[in-house]
Each structure stands twice: as C-alpha cells, then as structure tokens.
C-alpha cells in the first residue's frame, strides 16, 4: 500500500535537515511546503515565540472525504537532542544509522514521514478518511514544550496517535508523570588549610544526603535520578554551594509525592546536621528545593476508540499490537491532558538519544502500513 522507496528517501531528507530543539524552522518550513503540495491548509504556530525557539509547531488541517466525520490528529516532533547536527546517514540494507558522531534523529523525523506518507496514500488510493490534523511539534526533547504551547482550542480532534516510539507492534498508552527538582545547598566559605573549622562543606552534605537517598527503579512503577551536580571552586576552599539536578516520575502520583518528599527530606536532615559559629554569628547550612511538575501521567483505556481503532486494524492485517506502560513521557502525556486522548505508536528508531541511533526501514514500512490501515479503518466506522 505505501511506498516505500519514498518514505524511505524522506526519512533520509528529514535526517539531514537540523533541528535541535528550538531550533527546528528548516524542517518546519519543509514539512509545510509538502503539507501544502498535498492541499493541506497549513499554520505555523507562535509557540516558538513562547518558548525562545526560531520556529512553532506546524498544524496541517487535511479535509476529509466522509461528510460529516469527526478529525483524527497524527502528531511527531520535529525537534533532535545533540549530538544532530550535520547528520549523515549510512544505508546498509534496510539499516540506517550514522557515523556515529551525531545520533540520526529518527526520533522523531520517522514519525513525522509515517505520518506524511500516510496521507499521501491516503490521497492517492482515493481511501475514505475523516479530516486529519496533523501536529508537527517543536521542542519534545526538552520539556514537551511545543505540545504544551499548541492552542488545542483550534484544534479540533478529540482522539489521535502520536508516532514516537521504537517497535510498531507496540502502542504506549500509560506513561508516567515526572517531577523535575533543583536543589541549592547553601554551606559557608572558609579557607581549607588555616581555618576548616569556620566552613561547612556544601558538597559533604550533598554527599551524605545522596548516600541515604533511594534512587534508580524504586518500584515497578517509580523511578528516580540525581542526574547533575555542579559546585566548589578551589581545593582550598570549603564550598559554600552545591547545585543538584534530578528527577523523578511515577505512574502513580502518591508514590511520586512520596520519592519527590523523600529527596528533598534527605537533603534537609543532612543540612541539619551543620552549622558554625565564627565570631560570634552562627551559620547554619540550607537547603533550596524547587519542584516543577515536568508533566503529567497518562493512562488510555484499552476499550478507548483510538486504542480499539489500532488493536482492530493490526488484526485486520495479521498483526499483534499490544498496548504498554512506558517509562518516558511523551507529548501524549500533553495532548491527553489536554483533551486529546492519545496513543502513542512505534515507528522503528532504535537506540535513540544516542550516536548509536539506528532504524530498520522494514519497521517503519509497518507503522505506515499500518497507519493507513488505522485511519482507512476509522474512514470506514465514521462513514456508518
Ligand atoms: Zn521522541
């Protein structure tokens, strides 16, 4: 059904196009010009402007042939983490990869040609389908920004997929929420060798707090990291403040609370534990925790339409798709909160956010056959 010599040259075309997260125009203004080829009324959004990026979200509204059919929303990000610029990709058979001095950017440029191709099909083959709104959003990698920023009141959807995973026999439908924390610990300056006793050590607070802490997997459904850590400024000198970045996330938001409060409580009883009194004035250390909900769970129904519309039109092909839990956030988690329930579906990336990046075209085939099949199947049940 789909062409694959096609999809395959546009992944390739959408690879070399760079796109760091904020700085996505070139690809913005690709995408566009193909929506609009392909009669697309076709916007770019301000979300760029709210987020400090050169380009918004591209929002391609394609009329549907069923009268009266209800929008379906296909939505991939435009936007690469770094290492990805000036990719090279490397065919070897149906294996695309790089050089391995940037990652390929398959997250989540196959999304975006799954999604191109689909309609394209779909236009040529005369397929009935609703209205489709496709979303090609900035700023995924770093905060889920252009999804949060797209105006859903001009949107129309109420259900749609969202193509940004790796294996096409499986459908995301739970992620977690995360909280992303910053914690500043404040200790007093003293020189190291004359006066030890007048100081206090940020970074042995830092380490005693992060010994008592439970990080990693914390449960099947709680993860958490201190990822970055950054303070001192010379060997002589006892450190007065030590910065901390982590995160946490759960699928449950009691158990996440609780990790969110247990890493913050670890920091505090370590502090506690130091203060010093110089010339009379007593110093004693601190702490500073901020929390920002990065976003929030997800948990689609398997009996939801967008679900059934998968599960149903992989059966029609002899294909077994099976709903997951993920452990990552999507702009899913966004649109779901938002009033969009949606699923989020495999194109084949592998080893993403790496320079090992690699995918198989026979994967990303699948999700596009797929794909037609999906919104063919959703033409046929709106036309009832
Ligand atoms: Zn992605």
């Not at 999809?7 to 760079?18: A, F, G, S």
């Not at 009266?68 to 435009?78: D, L």
């Not at 409060?261 to 110093?283: I, L, N, R, S």
């Amino acid at each position: 059904m789909i062409n694959q010599e096609r999809i395959k040259n546009l992944l390739l075309e959408l690879v070399q196009i760079d796109s760091h997260s904020r700085k996505e125009r070139d690809v913005a203004e690709r995408i566009k010009t193909y929506c609009e080829e392909m009669g697309a009324e076709v916007e770019i959004d301000d979300a760029g402007e709210k987020v400090g990026g050169n380009s918004g979200n591209v929002i391609a509204r394609f009329p549907g042939t069923i009268p009266g059919a209800e929008t379906i929303m296909m939505s991939a990000h435009m936007d690469t983490v770094v290492p990805g610029e000036g990719v090279k990709p490397i065919v070897e058979g149906d294996i695309i990869r790089t050089d391995e001095t940037t990652v390929l950017g398959g997250d989540d440029k196959s999304g975006c040609a799954v999604i191109i191709e689909t309609i394209r099909c779909l236009q040529e083959q005369n397929i009935p389908h609703t209205p489709i709104e496709a979303v090609f959003s900035i700023c995924e990698e770093v905060g889920l920004l252009g999804a949060k920023h797209v105006d859903v009141s001009k949107l129309k959807s109420k259900y749609g997929i969202v193509f940004d995973s790796d294996d096409p026999g499986f459908l995301f439908t739970k992620g977690p929420s995360a909280n992303h924390m910053e914690y500043r610990i404040h200790g007093l300056e003293s020189h190291a060798g004359v006066a030890p006793e007048e100081g206090i050590s940020a970074i042995k607070i830092a380490a005693e707090a992060i010994a008592g802490m439970n990080l990693g997997r914390i449960d099947d459904e709680t993860t958490a990291n201190i990822g970055q850590i950054e303070g001192g400024m010379a060997t002589n000198i006892i450190p007065n403040l030590v910065v901390l970045k982590g995160e946490a996330r759960s699928h449950s938001e009691d158990k996440l609370n609780a990790q969110t409060e247990h890493m913050e409580k670890c920091f505090q009883d370590a502090a506690a534990k130091y203060e010093v009194t110089v010339a009379g004035k007593t110093t004693k250390a601190s702490v500073e925790a901020h929390v920002v909900r990065e976003y929030s769970s997800m948990d689609v129904s398997d009996s939801s339409h967008v679900v059934q519309l998968v599960l149903q039109a992989a059966s029609r092909m002899g294909l077994d798709v099976k709903t997951m839990a993920s452990g990552g956030g999507c702009d899913a988690n966004i649109f779901n909160r938002r009033g969009i329930e949606c699923a989020n579906l495999g194109t084949g990336m592998r080893a993403i956010h790496t320079v090992k990046e690699w995918l198989d075209v026979k994967d990303m085939y699948a999700a596009a056959e797929m794909t037609v099949e999906i919104l063919k199947l959703n033409g046929e049940l709106a036309g009832k």
